[in-house]
């Protein structure tokens, strides 16, 4: 075994654009667990969205990482044995600086997301993620959070594809070195305290397994994975990844092409 725990981003590494996993995928899984590896989804994803997708992965046991590294939990149960998140002014903030651009906003805690707009951006997203927003339309959603103390752990803005950079580059200015502004997708810009990110799960596993980082890989496709790739020991990109990704580590297919069975192959030892 090359390395012996193995991460793994969600949308657009494992998941194909349709919203399966394929049976190629599945079966390399099980496989690279079979023989002793660790197999972990670390994903942006709440917490709500992504337990229920582990099942059909054979992943009933073990660590799943949400919110980009935020929020770590137990796979088969959902116990939380690590929340992060902002303090309530560092969440207010970040709200804030979005809501003065009038954008579509979500803000979650660890087991419930609130939205600005019911429209349908915010219907296609529920139906990718299998989760439902509760729509806050007679308020500011700073206003709800800061009245109601929520303890936020993620804030995000859906945009228009050809609007996502430009927005996060502005958000990195305004909001500084105390939060982490990061894309997970062409329509989502996703604002975390600094320090929050999918690097978290790489130390995480690291001391909770006592397996070396060098004995760690893992795979993305979108910039919110690079903490995750530069930080562990096997770095892999989806070829459909940002070229970001790409330029660091070893590109294997593209989600619709399995390429997180031909990275586990690797992992494994073997050769092509």
Known sequence: ??????????????VRGDGTVSEKNKQAIA??????????VVTGRALSSILPRLEELGLTDGIVVAFQGAVIADAGTGKVIKAGGFTQAGALRAIRALEAENHHIHIYTTDRFYCNRDDEPLKIYERICGIKAEVIENEPLSRKAEREGLKIVKVLAMVAKEARDALAERLRKALGEEYYVTLSADYLVEIMPAGESKANAVEFLSEHY???????????????????ILRAGGKF???????????CATVVPSCEEDGVAFALEIA?????
């Not at 075994?1 to 494992?14: A, E, V």
């Not at 980082?213 to 496709?221: F, V």
């Open 268 to 272: 494994m030892g073997e050769t092509r």
């Open 1 to 14: 075994m090359k390395y012996n725990i193995f991460l793994s981003d969600f949308d657009g590494t494992l």
């Open 31 to 40: 496989k690279y667990r079979a023989a002793g590896g660790v197999f972990a």
């Open 210 to 228: 006592g397996v070396p980082i060098g004995e760690i890989a893992a795979i993305g496709d979108n910039y919110n994975d690079l903490p995750m």
């Open 237 to 247: 990109a989806v070829e459909s990844g940002e070229n970001e990704l790409k330029k």
